[in-house]
């Protein structure tokens, strides 16, 4: 079914293939809506994956798959949008696309909230400090 929507796909397997890390960040500063999906390819477990953080960071709505703790990352329909079924995502990218104010109040909210809190220096410091507070089992105490 042609629904108008012009949609490409990259990675492996598909017609546009692989992108390295500078042409994936081209790709998504001229995108207006990133489609993700939350299986994981090999398991096929549903995970919340980096892609929404990098999409979002570079000023692109993210139409994301819902998966379990989304919320505690994102507001949903505020700073990401999410879908359960497949008839959602045409629904809500033909919605979006024709509401271009509300999908760049969802862009920028969630670019804003990515720069804010989900920087990997944050990250990283959150893992570090949490690291510091663990007592291993080799340690003595004197």
């Known amino acids: ?43 096929r477990t549903q995970q919340i994956k980096g ?9 692109a709505m993210v139409l994301s798959e819902y998966v379990n703790g989304i919320e505690n990352y994102f507001v949903p329909d505020k700073e990401i949008v999410l879908f359960k079924t497949k008839e959602e995502i045409r629904e809500k990218i033909l919605f979006y696309l024709s ?31 949490y690291a510091s507070k663990l007592k291993f089992s080799n340690e003595r105490e004197i």
């Open 99 to 129: 509401h271009e104010d509300e999908l760049y109040k969802i862009s920028s909210a969630g670019e804003q909230r990515v720069l804010m809190e989900h920087t990997i220096y944050k990250r990283l410091s959150e893992i570090f400090d």
């Open 51 to 59: 892609r929404i953080f990098e999409a979002t960071g570079c000023g």
């Open 1 to 43: 079914m042609n629904s108008g929507i012009n949609v490409q796909t990259y990675g492996l397997g598909s017609a546009n293939g692989r992108l390295n890390q500078f042409e994936m960040i081209e790709v998504m500063n001229k995108s207006k809506i990133i489609l993700n999906f939350s299986a994981s390819s090999q398991k």
